[in-house]
C-alpha cells in the first residue's frame, strides 16, 4: 500500500510497522482521509492513499478512458497488452538481481556494466505480517498492479527460460560475488 501522504500517518504512528493495516483496509479513501486529517483532494497524485498507483502512474486512465463498454477485465487485459508490447523488460524488484542479469543479456552488456553501489542507509527491518483477511482486501483493491506485476512475473520467468536457466544462476552468483569483492 502506497500512502501518498506518509509523513502525516508516520507522525501519528512512528513507522510503517505501527500502520493500522487491518483498519485502513477497512476504509474507504475517502474515510482514511478524514480518519487522519489527511488531504481532502482525492485525485492521484494528490489524494493520500494511493490505489493502483503503478496503473495510473503507466498511463491507465487515459488509456481506459474511451473504453466505458467494456468490461474492466477487458480493459485490464487491453492495458496490459499495450504494456507488454512498450517494455521489452520490466525489473521485478523482488528479483532485482536476476533482473539486472536478464537486462546485461539483452543488452550484451558486461557483469561490470549492471554493478551498482547500494545507497541503503537504513537497517533492514522485519516485514509486518498482514492478516489473510486485509491481504485479500488490499488485493482487491490494487487488483490492476496486481495482474500487472503477475504478468510481468511471469514474462521476466518466461524471459530468464529462454536465456537458460543455468546461464543466469550462474550469472546471479557471479553478480553477488563481484559485489560482494
Not at 19 to 40: G, H, I, N, R, T
Not at 55 to 73: H, R
Not at 107 to 114: A, C, Q, T, V
Request: hydrophobic share 40%.
Amino acid at each position: 500500500v502506497f500512502f501518498g501522504h506518509e509523513e502525516k500517518l508516520r507522525q501519528q504512528y512512528g513507522s510503517v510497522e505501527q500502520y493500522p493495516f487491518d483498519e485502513l483496509a477497512d476504509m474507504y479513501l475517502e474515510e482514511v482521509c478524514q480518519e487522519y486529517k489527511l488531504s481532502d483532494k482525492l485525485e492521484l497524485g494528490e489524494g493520500c492513499l494511493h490505489i493502483n498507483s503503478a496503473a495510473s502512474n503507466l498511463g491507465w486512465k487515459t488509456f481506459t478512458a474511451k473504453m466505458q463498454d467494456y468490461t474492466i477485465q477487458e480493459r485490464i487485459d487491453a492495458f496490459i497488452g499495450m504494456l507488454d508490447e512498450e517494455f521489452d523488460l520490466v525489473m521485478i524488484t523482488e528479483r532485482m538481481d536476476e533482473s539486472l542479469v536478464v537486462l546485461k543479456e539483452f543488452m550484451r552488456w558486461r557483469m561490470g556494466d549492471i554493478m551498482f553501489l547500494s545507497q541503503k542507509t537504513t537497517a533492514k527491518k522485519p516485514n509486518t505480517d498482514l492478516s489473510t483477511r486485509t491481504e485479500r482486501k488490499i488485493l482487491r483493491r490494487m487488483a490492476i498492479d496486481d495482474q500487472i506485476f503477475r504478468h510481468f512475473d511471469a514474462k521476466l520467468s518466461r524471459q530468464v527460460a529462454e536465456l537458460g536457466q543455468e546461464n543466469i544462476v550462474q550469472g546471479v552468483a557471479n553478480f553477488r560475488s563481484m559485489r560482494q569483492a
